[in-house]
């Protein structure tokens, strides 16, 4: 048990992120009969972020002080580095769908006349 204090740490941080990924997926559930797709969208962008939260916080509050413990410093160094790419591509897909479901669905504006 005490080799989760950390892991709850590094999630008491990243609460508002959490929360805010709540409200995005109940907000995507009230709003699923009006706007399909954005809500599928928002949906699985929030749940990837929830995911990358509660991964985040095994990798810095479990899987890394392990392995500072017990590997060496160049595999601590290249597992750092991978997962630094890894979950900045995912956070970057997680965006990318959040912007996409910011536009999708619109109809196109009339032209104005001047």
Do not use: N
């Amino acid at each position: 048990m005490d080799d989760l204090i950390p892991i709850y740490s590094v999630l008491l941080g990243t609460a508002p992120m959490f929360v805010a990924c709540i409200v995005g997926m109940a907000m995507a559930g009230v709003y699923w009969s009006r706007a399909r797709k954005p809500a599928v969208l928002v949906l699985v962008a929030c749940t990837l972020q929830i995911l990358l939260i509660i991964a985040q916080s095994v990798m810095s509050g479990w899987c890394l002080p392990h392995l500072m413990h017990e590997g060496t410093f160049s595999t601590t160094q290249v597992f750092i580095t991978a997962w630094a790419v890894v979950s900045s591509l995912l956070h970057a897909i997680a965006l990318g769908l959040m912007i996409w479901a910011a536009f999708s669905g619109r109809r196109q504006a009339a032209p104005t006349l001047r």
